[in-house]
């Protein structure tokens, strides 16, 4: 099993910036392709961004387009996410999913892991 675990969500206002950090554990980190989601209330889960195995390859939802930015650390077994110029619609929780192999996700089919979300609110 790879366990991850997703943080550094919060209030923040529109225009501001936050990083999330999802932690992996228990399987060799590497060998996953691994992105982000988001469900805001109400909502069906969404697509925001994925990364290769590399981290020399990304794709972003074009919602975040140019605002967040993804990658990955794999000597710390950790994917990131840097959000800037927030909006009220990013308000969402966020979650971190991991698939083995090559390639890079772009939807959430075929993903082998999810981290339990955390939660990112942007006041207007």
Known sequence: QLQLVES??????AG???RLSCAASGRTFSNYAVGWFR????KVREFVGSINLS?????YANSVKGRF?????????????????????????????????????SRDVGID???KGTLVTVSS
């Open 69 to 105: 930015t993804i990658s990955r650390d794999n000597t710390k077994n950790t994917l990131y996410l840097q959000m800037n110029r927030l909006k009220p619609e990013d308000t969402a929780v966020y979650y971190c999913a991991a698939r083995s192999g090559i390639g890079i996700i």
């Open 8 to 13: 550094g969500g919060g209030l923040v206002q």
């Open 113 to 115: 892991y999810w981290g």
């Open 55 to 59: 981290g020399r390859s990304t794709y």
């Open 39 to 42: 469900q805001a209330p109400g």
């Open 16 to 18: 501001g910036s936050l």
